[in-house]
């Protein structure tokens, strides 16, 4: 009798260690994704939901990705479709410091910016980066991305004009990037601040696989 007893009582410290730590994961597990705008500038806004990593895995060329090293985002638009980044797809970004953007010396890399618009709540954008600009050094870097988008007719020579009438303050740190915005094949070019930057696209999520991390 003695023993039943005994045996039920660890059963059920047990059980309730079990269950603390369930939840204790489940809390640690729960994150909150966020929408990434891919398209033209407009009134958005900010729109966040809750995710769960727990039980969902994602491989990489073969390799495990361990995603809870990640933020995780859901793409509205289409202006990274001719990049494999398409309306609906999720994806697992890094955080970047500006110390690494600063040794960025090749276009094409996805990131994600702050935007700062009154009317969208400082909603996220998905941005193709083009070059970085020094403080200082906006007319050279001007000049260095002109070279590199020469000839090249998905970029009009009205954004370039744009830019060159950009108020620029000579302490601050930019970047140039690319967003395309029609159906025309058109990149739009913009310029923003280095603190702007939110992180790097790592890990992209087709549609259909979202639901491994979402919480409904």
């Keep these: 009798m003695w023993s039943v007893t005994i045996f039920f009582y660890i059963v059920l410290v047990l059980s309730i260690i079990g269950i603390a730590w369930a ?3 489940a809390i640690k597990t729960k994150k909150e994704g966020h929408i990434v705008y891919a398209g ?10 809750p995710i769960s990593f727990s039980g969902a895995h994602f491989f990489k060329n073969g390799q495990p990705v361990n995603i809870a090293e ?11 479709s001719t990049k494999g980044i398409s309306n609906g797809d999720g994806i697992f970004a890094e955080r970047i410091s500006p110390e690494k953007v600063r040794k960025w010396n090749k276009p094409g890399i996805k990131i994600i910016l702050k935007c700062d618009y009154s009317v969208a709540n400082s909603p996220y954008t998905l941005h193709n ?5 020094p403080a200082g050094k906006f007319k050279d870097s001007l000049a260095k991305l002109k070279e590199q988008i020469n000839g090249n007719t998905q970029f009009s020579q009205a954004d370039i004009e744009e830019l060159e009438q950009s108020p620029i303050q000579d302490n601050a740190e930019y970047l140039i990037t690319a967003m395309r915005i029609d159906k025309s094949q058109r990149n739009h070019l913009s310029l923003h601040k280095l603190n702007s930057v939110y992180g790097r696209v790592r890990y ?10 979402l919480v409904k």
Excluded: E, Q, T, W
Aim: charged share 30%; proline share 3%.
């Design 204 to 213: 992209l999520v087709p549609a259909k696989d979202c639901d491994k991390i």
């Design 129 to 133: 980066f083009l070059i970085y600009v």
């Design 23 to 25: 939840i204790k994961y």
């Design 40 to 49: 033209k500038i407009g009134n958005r806004f900010s729109k966040k939901f």
């Design 70 to 80: 990640f933020d995780f985002f859901k793409v509205a638009g289409s202006s990274m």
